[in-house]
């Protein structure tokens, strides 16, 4: 690690305009947090188009403050309201709402903002540490290391996420062929454009976005809340006691882990960071049967975890150029429109960015925890807000965000179609997640492997005689068989447990 670049990345974000767009971020991230339904990925699409006016610097700054805000905002309304208002904090609800009704809904909240910064800094300390020995180890990287690389990305999205895993490949699969739209990068040929010159450029990533998690989401949600009242929870004392400070440290300290590890897979995540501490808790304690009734580990483990995770999820996007997540997917079209190549070169190129933004983490996450307790009172009020106040000025906004990328209206018109189809996705069960990150990761495995093909001299096998894409491959390999190999050992020791004896039928006992 270049010990002058971090300290002069410190330096940068105490400037006044980053401080400033720090907690901007972090602010609006802590709002959408506590508005269910539409999710630090939604708001970072529909704020894309500001990012053109704005400092490289400090657009990442803010869009990364947004995404890491969320996680704190969407445990507000899991206690409170019983409604997660962010995907991550769904595991929140079991325990928190029990407690907000034992009358504890500050204790949980309190917990929950304490078990949220210790997470984070743990992630934070891991990210600085960990991601430039990444960088450096992935300079090495090739074409066909990408194209392994991007290609392993998006089945681990399609496969380790929540979710119909079947669902999840064909979202996988439409977003791969979306990426196809327009001309070829390498002939010049025009793919499913249709005579359109709009799709000769191919579809705008912020348009795709922006339909899919803004207008999808608001319409999605219009329905599901609709004529459904919510009166939250009363908040009093906030600061949690020592005992629950006591009872709640062990649980912080593995979500924290548990979440930094998760949060680097692809596909994994801050919600699958959150399932799995919350059922490592459950699964170690010497009284699970006071999980769901109202257990403060039930709180601190997964809020640690999911914020863990929201943090170590950029080392893969700044080291490697392979978003993890959705939000990730959308910070990744924000660099490159702002013409920043994510990857390993990023640490040589723009160490002003790469220290920028993860020193901003420091800062953000401390003005998160003086912020996130004082704040919950207006945040209740903001909750009883009707969405159908909210909806319009948020479709308001996307439309003239999409307006201003190319001022075009096709666009708009693209966008309310990718926003019904994200609405029919949501209505039928597909998450408009591993979509998006396919779209994404798209083009690079096509660029990748064609490119490839070209320095093997068509030759296939070139990928697998490499040690990086070779590894790389193999990895995929197992992951793809994983299912079907799992299934298969459920089914032998299904058949090797022995039948259980057939009770004797009353009717066949012969009568004295």
């Known amino acids: 690690m270049d010990v002058n670049a971090f ?3 410190f330096g940068l974000v105490t400037e006044p305009q980053n401080l400033l767009y720090c907690l901007i971020g972090v602010l609006i991230g802590m709002l959408i947090g506590v508005l269910p339904g539409l999710g630090p990925a939604a708001t970072i699409a529909i704020l894309l188009p500001i990012t053109y006016s704005i400092d490289p610097v400090s657009a990442i ?4 403050g947004i995404y890491y805000g969320a996680q704190y905002g969407g445990t507000i309304t899991s206690v ?5 208002g962010e995907a991550s904090s769904v595991v929140t609800v079991f325990d928190g709402f029990a407690l907000a009704k034992q009358g504890k809904a500050g204790t949980a909240l309190g917990i929950a903002a304490i078990g949220s910064f210790v997470g984070a800094t743990i992630s934070i300390l891991g990210l600085t540490l960990v991601a430039p020995l990444i960088a450096g180890w992935a300079l090495s990287f090739g074409d066909p290391e990408y194209a392994a690389l991007a290609l392993l990305g998006v089945l681990l999205v399609a496969t380790i996420g929540n979710g119909n895993k079947l669902k999840a490949m064909i979202a996988a699969a439409f977003g791969l062929l979306l990426a196809t739209i327009g001309r070829d990068s390498f002939s010049g040929a025009e793919r499913f454009t249709f005579g359109s010159l709009q799709l000769t450029e191919g579809i705008d990533f912020v348009v795709v976005a922006m339909g899919l998690f803004g207008v999808g989401e608001i319409l999605y949600n219009l329905e599901e809340r609709h004529g459904k009242p919510h ?21 912080i300290g593995r979500g924290s882990l548990i979440g930094f590890v998760l949060g680097v897979l692809p596909g994994g995540g801050a919600v699958m960071a959150s399932l799995a501490a919350y059922a490592t808790e459950k699964r170690i304690s010497k009284h699970p ?33 392979i978003p993890a997540n959705a939000s990730m997917a959308m910070l ?20 002003d960015l790469f220290w920028g933004v993860i020193n901003s983490m420091y800062i953000g996450n401390l003005i998160l925890l003086v912020l996130s307790i004082p704040l919950v009172g207006i945040f209740v009020r903001i909750l009883r807000v ?4 909210l909806a319009p000025i948020t479709a308001l906004i996307t439309i003239l965000g999409v307006y201003t990328i190319n001022n075009s209206t096709f666009d708009i018109f693209v966008m309310i179609v990718f926003g019904l189809i994200g609405y029919l996705m949501k209505k039928v069960g597909f998450e408009p997640g591993p979509m998006v990150l396919a779209f994404v990761l798209g083009t690079i495995v096509e660029d990748g492997v064609r490119r490839s093909m070209l320095i093997f001299d068509g030759d296939p096998t070139g990928f697998f005689t490499r040690p990086i894409s070779g590894t790389i491959l193999a990895a995929f390999v197992l992951v793809a068989l994983w299912p079907a190999a799992k299934a298969i050992l459920g089914r032998r ?15 066949d006992t012969p009568t004295r």
């Open 7 to 9: 300290l002069d990345g």
């Open 61 to 64: 700054i803010m869009l990364a």
């Open 80 to 84: 409170l309201l019983r409604l997660p």
């Open 231 to 251: 009166v939250p929870a009363i908040v009093a004392n906030i600061w949690p006691s020592r005992k629950d400070l006591k009872q709640s440290s062990g649980a």
């Open 289 to 321: 049967e006071r999980f769901g009734r109202g257990a403060i580990e039930g709180v601190a483990a997964p809020e640690s975890a999911n914020n863990a995770a929201a943090t170590s999820s950029f080392i893969p996007l700044l080291t490697l150029g």
């Open 332 to 351: 990744f079209g924000a660099l490159l429109i702002l013409g920043i190549s994510p990857g390993p070169q990023l640490v040589e190129e723009r160490p």
């Open 386 to 389: 009707r969405p159908a106040i």
């Open 493 to 507: 020791k299904a058949a090797t447990v022995p039948a259980a004896p057939a009770e004797r039928d009353d009717a």
